[in-house]
């Protein structure tokens, strides 16, 4: 598989929940526009969309990534991602195991777990992960059940030990503070709000891009 993340690598990830009432394709396009590098979609909580209206949205989002070579991930659905050939899932650690998903997506789709800790990180790789999405870097009000904040000390712990897994620091993260996990050794950031909700969502995600750039080398 040829690289997956090229820095400054902006992962942006994205439900219909998430968009402050915009069209949700609307969205993804400008973020496709602004230069995001993958888009994930996550499609959960009590408003998600489910059966047929979920298919037609995920191959519509599909669509649009192709136009602008983005790989396409789906969050935790896998028979959703197998139904439109996505380019990969992604599961947390309540999901489906990450061996189990490996063996029933194959060796060429791309496999991205959620990983808090060392150890969960080592289990990743050994579950034949090709990247760790490593979080919350910081406070986040997207994920109702998210764990404590861990800061940029765990990517850098991670990084160190592991330094050719891809890890994508994600929660919480904006503009402001991108720099400092890229300067902890992070191969991308995952973004949901912070350019779902933007005013100016192609602007914003060159924001993350300038600032990423601003802690490379530190």
Known sequence: MSKLFDKPSIYFIMGTQNTAGREPLMVLEQALAGGINHFQLREKGSDALTGDALMKFAIECKWLCRQYDVPFIVNDHIELAQAVDADGIHVGQ????????????????????????????????????????????????????AKSPAGVSGIAAVKKLHPELPVIGIGGITPDNAARVWSAGADGVAVISSIAQAENIASQVIRFKTNLKAGAGK
């Open 94 to 145: 309540q999901d489906a195991a990450a061996t189990k998903v490996r063996r029933i997506i194959g060796a060429d789709k791309i496999l991205g777990v959620s990983v808090h800790s060392l150890t969960e990180a080592k289990n990743a790789i050994d579950s034949g992960a090709d990247y760790v999405g490593m979080g919350p870097v910081f406070n986040t009000q997207t994920k109702e059940d």
